[in-house]
């Protein structure tokens, strides 16, 4: 009879695959740093100093991490659910333009009534925009992978349209770049601290964190999910209607998506511009993996992310290395992570193998 | 230890083999020589370190002390392509087969190619049709082997350890997943294949086939080898002792009861397989308050499609199925109407990454005390498992144990404890034995006889006879997808069951 761990052990090795796989990433870029000439030291010195070093570092830190945050809690609340939605960058998409919508309207309305109705038409926007993936998920068993995917394409375009200079409906007329008119004062997510763009889209993501987190481990919706999740074959014969439950976890991750291309429109670019987002929707697939589904580890990967990017403009200047080493280091992460668990669940399976002999499972 | 053992017509000698995991000993000091010409039973338990001791033999698992020899020369296996280089060949519990290529391109499969890079398939063909033919193992050689019967498949792997040259073959627990005819063809071709020399080690924990078709023993208990005898020397009690220690025995503790009021009903019933066709012809069957009613029968026979349809994941094509006069699908969330232990239970019954509390409150998390006000109560969930723990006498370190540590009996336990916390009316058990050592089987029999005490009625489908004689009250027998007959659960109509698993419908009544 083996002892398993407690869960404050588990906890432990569960951060210590993340934590030793950012460590390795940057011991590998120091590498490359160091062939281009450039003490590597000196480079994460700057990076630090950019991201953390000052309250406005902090503050872009902020701002850079919140969109990867919600789409992170997004793709990680699909995971958990033994799905993947990957359509995130569409979601966003959508959602930032039904905010917009909202947004867009002058309100005779208390400030905080139209920044609610606007996050709301977010929330919905994306989840509308993963309905159909998920409708043939549940229904019909087509994978959601592909479908969420090509429908981020689709959603980009849609924006695109939408915000056309010339014919969108939403487009400023006659505006040199493609983008709306700037949304309602009143739909404008506060700005936490004076003289900086950090908002307060920051904090509804941490505190939708804690509310997945609260979702996941203590109602009896999280407990189906992570059933679903964890063995869907034994889910169905406990009784676990699988369909309705995988409809619910893919509109809530999509909603989750939209909330940020919202937060993204209504705190930081006040307007809802062309291909607005380099990115976010899949970056939240990277940190939804480095945080291994977990949302409090979201908040933590998303912050690392947040600080990377926010950190490199100034490594940049100090150390004229390219930008993009940043992406690199992002890429080792993911890498380190992927093996990190392949490891630890070879190493499970290792451990598995006295039981078999002590006591019998047999297979 | 280390000396050159002496027999010449020894073809394998594993000398003090130890293996550990940790603190665990899975091999301890393990020797063990197979003669030319010799099949070779290993038995004991699940987890008396037989399949350790062939993993190391196969290359998979290197051994922490001993040496192998082979004719009388020692090896080292580091690999399975080693040990296919000296002459092994195994053929695993579960195929290593690729469903989606033929059997001759399975048998190429990882082998130098004559004329690579190309891929020419005729002489292989000729020659594992030549294979074939010589030993009686017919295959279908250019048919997805998805297609083919898993008897087929068996014979497939054999010819595929011959055509690489094995001169030992490790067959193990062949005969788990073929009926009664195929096991004696397989036997008959087993005997063929050592009248040329070759050595064979065959795996099984069935005491009579082994009395059948072996020359020697060699039993393993809990890692160390308790004897090692001429065949005819054997006797099952012996045997059966020098696997588990002492005296077990799976035997009736009280004459059959009969049941009272009719719980399950199935009326005609007729309904489709996963592949389109009938799995069950017009079935009928009536399982009683206060008894156990085994289902005997050969795999396939529609075992899996009859329990799914009483736990209500299958749709009828045709007929009726009642149980307490309700629809099987509106009793399924119901855990005081109908228990369920499926009959895999790493993939059906548990959901291994969650804790054994977790799994205990699969299906009833969400009532009260379990969810309060919308949320999970930790608390009430932890003492509900602690208790169960208790009640059932599972072994584990707690609630918070993950189900995928604990032993194959105890994972059981585990799902008897929640799907019969509720005290169901009906309880439908599928193999609920399998792969568990003697020591959990008697433990899992006790738990089905207090279910049937209480009052429950018992469906219990299995492919083991002596459980089936040991805990029913009636007995009936499945085949094709029929009812064919119905004996009572005695010794003495062993062969009468034995007949109809095969197909052979009774002539006279029985009574």
């Known amino acids: ?363 | 230890m280390a000396q050159k053992p002496e027999s010449s017509r020894g073809l394998l000698h594993m000398v003090g083999i130890t293996k550990r995991y940790g603190d665990l000993v899975a091999d301890d000091r393990v020797s063990f020589m197979v003669r030319e010409g010799e099949i070779h039973a290993l038995l004991g338990e699940n987890g008396a370190g037989k399949s350790t001791l062939m993993k190391v033999l196969y290359g998979m698992v290197q051994p922490d002390e001993g040496e192998i020899w082979i004719d009388g020369t020692p090896v080292q296996i580091a690999s399975p392509h080693d040990a296919v280089r000296n002459g092994i060949g195994m053929v695993h519990q579960r195929f290593m087969l690729v469903p989606n290529l033929t059997a001759v391109e399975n048998v190429v499969l990882g082998m130098r190619q004559p004329r690579a890079p190309l891929l020419d398939l005729s002489d292989a063909r000729d020659r594992l049709m030549e294979l074939a033919a010589d030993y009686h193992l017919e295959v279908e050689p250019d048919v997805p082997v998805w297609q083919l019967s898993v008897g087929m498949q068996q014979r497939l792997e054999i010819l595929k350890a011959l055509y690489r040259g094995a001169r030992l073959l490790v067959l193990d627990e062949p005969t788990a997943v073929l009926a009664p005819s195929e096991v004696t063809h397989l036997f008959r071709v087993m005997r063929l294949l050592v009248a040329e020399g070759r050595g064979i080690i065959f795996i099984s924990h069935k005491l009579s086939e082994v009395k059948e078709v072996s020359d020697r023993i060699t039993v393993l208990r809990a890692g160390r080898v308790t004897g090692s005898i001429e065949t005819p020397e054997a006797t099952a009690a012996g045997l059966s002792e020098m696997m588990v220690g002492r005296q077990v025995s799976i035997s009736r503790v009280s004459p059959p009861s009969v049941g009272s009021t009719a719980v399950l009903e199935i009326e005609r019933v007729t309904c489709l397989g996963d592949r389109g066709t009938a799995a069950l012809r017009e079935l009928s069957l009536t399982v009683r308050s206060g008894e156990i009613v085994g289902v005997a029968g050969v795999d396939g026979n529609g075992q899996r499609e009859l329990v799914e349809l009483i736990a209500g994941l299958r749709p009828t094509a045709d007929g009726q199925i009642l149980i307490d006069g309700q629809q099987p699908r509106d009793v399924l969330q119901q855990t005081s109407m109908l228990g369920f232990i499926p009959e895999d239970r790493h993939r059906e019954g548990l959901v291994e990454d969650m804790t054994v509390a977790e799994n205990i409150v699969l299906k009833i998390h969400g009532r009260a005390p379990f969810t309060d006000r919308g949320l999970l109560r930790w608390g009430a969930i932890n003492a509900h498992a602690e208790e169960q723990i208790g009640v059932y006498g599972i072994r584990c370190s707690g609630p918070s144990a993950r189900a995928s540590a604990l032993s194959g009996g105890n994972q059981q336990k585990v799902v008897i404890a929640r799907e019969t916390q509720d005290g169901p009316r009906l309880l439908v058990a599928a193999q609920p034995t399998r792969g568990l050592d003697v020591g959990a089987v008697e433990a899992v029999l006790a738990l089905l006889r207090q279910q049937r005490d209480r009052g429950a009625a018992i469906l219990l489908i299995s492919t083991e006879l002596p459980e089936l004689l040991a805990v029913s009250d009636r007995i009936v027998v499945l085949h094709g997808g029929e009812i064919i007959g119905e004996a009572p659960p005695s010794e003495d109509h062993l062969d009468l069951i034995g007949q109809m698993m095969m197909g052979h419908r009774p002539v006279t009544a029985v009574a």
């Open chain 1, 1 to 363: 009879m083996r002892v398993s761990v407690s869960s404050i052990g588990a906890t432990v090795r569960a951060a210590a695959v993340p934590v030793f796989a950012i460590l390795a990433a940057l011991a590998v870029s120091g590498i490359l740093i160091l062939l281009a000439g450039v003490n590597p030291l000196d480079a994460y010195a700057a990076m630090v100093q950019g991201s953390v070093g000052s309250p406005s570092a902090l503050a872009v830190t902020g701002v850079r991490m919140t969109p990867i945050l919600l789409t992170g809690l997004a793709v990680a609340i699909s995971f958990r659910a033994g799905l993947f939605n990957i359509g995130g960058e569409g979601q966003l998409y959508l959602g930032a333009a039904a905010a917009s919508a909202i947004a867009l309207i002058p309100m005779d309305v208390p400030s905080a009534v139209h920044i609610v109705l606007a996050l709301g038409a977010g929330f919905v926007g994306g989840a509308a925009w993963v309905l159909v993936p998920a409708y043939l998920r549940a229904f019909r068993g087509v994978s959601e992978v592909v479908t969420t995917l090509m429908l981020n394409f689709v959603g980009i375009i849609v924006v695109s349209y939408l915000v056309d200079p010339s014919f969108g409906p939403m487009g400023e007329r006659g505006a040199s770049y493609a983008q709306s008119v700037p949304i309602q004062q009143s739909a404008r997510l506060p700005v936490l601290a004076e003289r900086t763009s950090l908002h307060a889209g920051l904090l509804l993501g941490i505190g939708l964190a804690l509310l997945l987190y609260v979702l996941i481990r203590f109602t009896p919706f999280g407990f189906r999910l992570r059933m679903l999740g964890a063995n869907p074959v034994a889910a169905r014969f406990a009784g676990v209607k699988s369909t309705r439950e995988m409809m619910m976890v893919m509109l809530l991750s999509g909603g989750i998506a939209g909330l940020a291309g919202a937060v993204e429109v209504m705190g930081l670019r006040h307007r809802l511009f062309d291909h607005f987002s380099p990115g976010y929707g899949y970056d939240g697939i990277a940190v939804a993996l480095l945080a291994a589904a977990s949302p409090i580890g979201v908040i933590a990967a998303a912050g690392f992310f947040g600080a990377l990017r926010a950190g490199s403009s100034l490594m940049q200047q100090v150390t004229r290395l390219e930008v993009s080493i940043v992406l690199i280091i992002q890429a080792l992460a993911i890498l380190f992570v992927i093996a990190g668990f392949f490891r630890s669940r070879i190493l499970r399976i290792g451990k598995r193998t006295p039981v078999q002999a002590s006591g019998g499972t047999h297979d």
